[in-house]
């Protein structure tokens, strides 16, 4: 399981994103609102998933890698867009 970026923690906190989102809604242009909620959903489950399976017929070990946002705004993931652009 990924570690949450400080970001994500941030927006999670006592749900500061959401309290935001609802108080300054008119005022808020949609491409943030989606780049906030991939950020939220990155890593998780919601954005889809892949499954390994050992080859072992006798082996029932199996793990799930969940999809990354690939959003530039991502701590993570914008970090890695950097580092391979450079």
Excluded at 44 to 70: D, E, M, Q, W
């Amino acid at each position: 399981m990924r570690i949450p970026s400080k970001l994500k923690h941030l927006l999670h906190t006592k749900q500061l994103w959401w309290r935001y989102y609802l108080k300054h809604k008119d005022q808020i242009r949609p491409v943030v609102v989606d780049n906030i909620i991939k950020i939220l959903s990155c890593g998780l489950r919601t954005l889809g998933y892949t499954t390994f399976a050992c080859s072992n017929p006798h082996c029932s070990h199996t793990k799930i890698v969940c999809f990354s946002c690939k959003s530039r705004f991502c701590n993570t993931c914008g970090y890695k867009a950097t580092q391979q652009w450079i």
